[in-house]
């Protein structure tokens, strides 16, 4: 089984920036991809950022602004939101794709995520 944590969520003022991090922990051989989501309330849950085999991908409404970094030897995985905005509020979730054994397939596993709120 392979769990994915989350933490670093709060509540900022507008313009500030917060530290998201995702530990990822259990059966894992490797992992493919890992990225960001966020969920804001009555809205789909949508793509943030992505790190793939060092190549990164941005949702237009944050770049610029969020930095998607990972720690491969930890299995860790950090987002650097600056000049946060009202709208970046959602539940932001961390998304994995793990090799569970060498030569198996790849699995995706969420974390529980972690609320952000921005106020005007």
């Known amino acids: 089984q392979v769990q994915l944590v989350e933490s670093g969520g709060g509540l900022v003022q507008a313009g500030g920036s917060l530290r998201l991090s995702c530990a990822a922990s259990?059966?894992?051989?490797?992992?493919?991809?890992m990225g960001w989501y966020r969920q804001a309330p009555g809205a789909q849950r949508e793509l943030v950022a992505d790190?793939?085999?060092?190549?990164?991908d941005y949702a237009d409404s944050v770049k610029g602004r969020f930095t998607i970094s990972r720690d491969n030897a930890k299995n860790t995985m950090d987002l650097q939101m600056n000049s946060l905005k009202p709208e970046d509020t959602g539940v932001y979730y961390c998304r994995g794709i793990v090799v569970v054994t060498r030569g198996g397939p790849t699995y995706m596993y969420w974390g529980q995520g972690t609320q952000v709120t921005v106020s005007s």
């Open positions: 259990g059966s894992i051989f490797s992992i493919n991809s």
């Open positions: 790190i793939t085999s060092g190549y990164t």
